[in-house]
């Protein structure tokens, strides 16, 4: 597996659960860490990703909420989700990608975050 996510959970409306994603037996070098999500009956979408020169970009939905952080040497991302809303509930999903060649796009397995009072 080259991509291992954990830290999904239940947590109440106003909780905090942090992700973290192991991409270090992944590829690596001008790459972009990202988390997904996919609720559902809805399309994947992207919550948060940063590069490796440290640009982040974030979903309009999560701005001030959630913080994206990397490890370049252990070529690692976590996710630290403060505020949860309802609306937070799905399977996040780890991705390591580069666009530039060697392209690569590779994805973890998914840990389910679930919102509930």
């Known amino acids: 597996v080259q991509l291992q996510a954990s830290g999904g959970g239940l947590v109440q409306p106003g909780g905090s659960l942090r992700l973290s994603c192991d991409a270090s037996?992944?590829?690596?070098?001008?790459?972009?860490l990202g988390w997904y999500r996919q609720a559902p009956g809805k399309r994947r979408e992207l919550v948060a990703s940063?590069?490796?020169?440290?640009?982040?970009r974030y979903a309009d939905s999560v701005k001030g909420r959630f913080t994206i952080s990397r490890d370049n040497r252990k070529n690692t991302v976590d996710l630290q989700m403060n505020s949860l809303q309802l609306e937070d509930t799905g399977v996040y999903y780890c991705?390591?990608?580069?666009?530039?060649?060697?392209?690569?796009?590779?994805w973890g397995q998914g840990t389910q975050v679930t919102v509930s009072s």
């Open positions: 991705n390591n990608k580069r666009s530039v060649t060697p392209v690569f796009d590779y």
């Open positions: 940063v590069t490796s020169g440290g640009t982040t």
């Open positions: 037996k992944s590829l690596r070098g001008a790459n972009t």
